[in-house]
């Protein structure tokens, strides 16, 4: 099949890419003290120069004191931003673009044992898993705190001249946790028995996020129904629901929905071949993302048990992309294999794509 639907040129609002393809962001863990290095530099550089469309970052957090749960996580403040500016510096130079995903990983637990937050944990409710409470909720005041750092990271995005902005609100991290009814029971404004009540913290987000980068600029965010602590869980359980969900955050000024699944392939919901990425673009109208083990043969969450994938067909995919159910395409563990793997893709080189192993997850190659 021809790849031709890949390379087609996409715009929205100020965000003009060459390509349909997005590098996809991974947590690195390779920021000492969460300042990114020239090492970090030259590693999205490569992937610049290998032809991605749009790269997004490893996710870098606001400033909270416990916004990370890894001490080599990258931070989105203070001593950081300057090393960002180089990033931005290393990639333009390759002709590349690039947006950062801002985060804050809420009561979701590190891979590090001897890792110590900095300070009090932010919940919605207290909880690590459903059921398992043990730490203070968050106030109104922890609340309003935590909208207003998503803003100064917004406006350090414009002023280091980012092309982009990507909020990371999926895997059960701390805006996941807000929508969440397992993490989120409160009785007040942050919470409700319907998803479009638990998405008010996240449309607050979004609403702090514009205001920091302007009219102009592209506002991604993430979303998954799956979690780190439940890979099976939903948000939404129906169409319906999925258009309560998004209805606030598209009100509050997303631009572009960039939707996690394990497996693109996989339909959302019963009785439709639409994955989540089409079911969000079909209620929205909005672009959407797809993402999910595109190019191999295995999903991602064996490869931190380190099992290897092999280079998959492309096929489906690109049929997909030609029936317009998603726009644009995000890669991952395909291009931490290979930097070249857009260049060979366009190419036809599909000979020399390389497959994944688990060790890449280790290094910055």
């Known amino acids: 099949m021809s790849v031709d639907a890949l390379f087609r040129p996409f715009q929205v609002k100020s965000l003009k890419m060459p390509n349909r393809i997005v590098m996809a962001p991974m947590t690195r863990s390779f920021s000492p003290g969460g300042v990114p290095t020239s090492d970090v530099a030259a590693y999205y550089r490569r992937r610049a120069e290998g032809g991605v469309g749009l790269i997004v970052t490893e996710g870098t957090v606001v400033e909270r004191p416990a916004a990370r749960n890894d ?39 590190g891979r590090g ?46 002023e280091l001249g980012f092309d982009a902005v990507e909020i990371h609100a999926a895997h059960g991290y701390l805006i996941d946790q807000f929508f969440w009814s397992g993490l989120n029971d409160r009785d007040d404004r942050w919470g409700g028995s ?13 609403k702090a996020v514009r205001e920091g980068v302007g009219p102009d600029m592209a506002l991604i965010m993430r979303l998954s129904q799956w979690k780190l602590q439940d890979y099976a869980v939903q948000n939404a359980l129906t169409p319906e629901e999925l258009g309560e ?50 190019g191999l043969d295995g999903e991602f969450i064996a490869s931190f048990g380190g099992a290897g994938s092999k280079p998959a067909s492309l096929d489906g995919l690109i049929a997909r992309l030609e029936k317009d159910e998603f726009d644009l395409v995000a890669v991952g563990r395909a291009l931490l294999a290979d930097p070249n793997w857009v260049a060979k893709v366009r190419d036809g080189r599909l000979d020399e794509l390389e497959d994944f192993q688990g060790a890449a997850l280790m290094t910055l190659s």
């Open 71 to 109: 001490a080599n996580v990258p931070v989105f403040h203070g001593e950081a931003l300057p090393e960002w500016k180089k990033v931005v510096e290393e990639v333009h130079a390759a002709g590349g673009l690039i947006a950062p995903q801002i985060w804050h990983v809420g009561s979701a637990r």
């Open 245 to 294: 969900w998004l209805a606030p955050l598209v009100e509050a000024g997303v631009d572009v929905f960039h939707c996690s699944q394990r497996r693109f392939w996989e339909p959302e919901f019963e009785g439709s071949e639409l994955n989540f990425a089409g079911w969000t673009k079909k209620i929205t109208g909005l672009p959407t993302i797809t993402v999910g083990s595109v």
């Open 194 to 206: 319907t998803i479009r009540e638990r998405a008010r913290f996240g449309a607050e987000v979004v």
């Open 113 to 158: 044992e001897n890792w110590a937050p900095l300070g009090k944990v932010d919940s919605p409710s207290g909880m690590t898993s459903p059921g398992k409470r043990g730490l203070e909720p968050m106030s109104d005041e922890d609340i309003a705190d935590t909208i207003a750092a998503f803003g100064r990271s917004a406006r350090a995005t414009r």
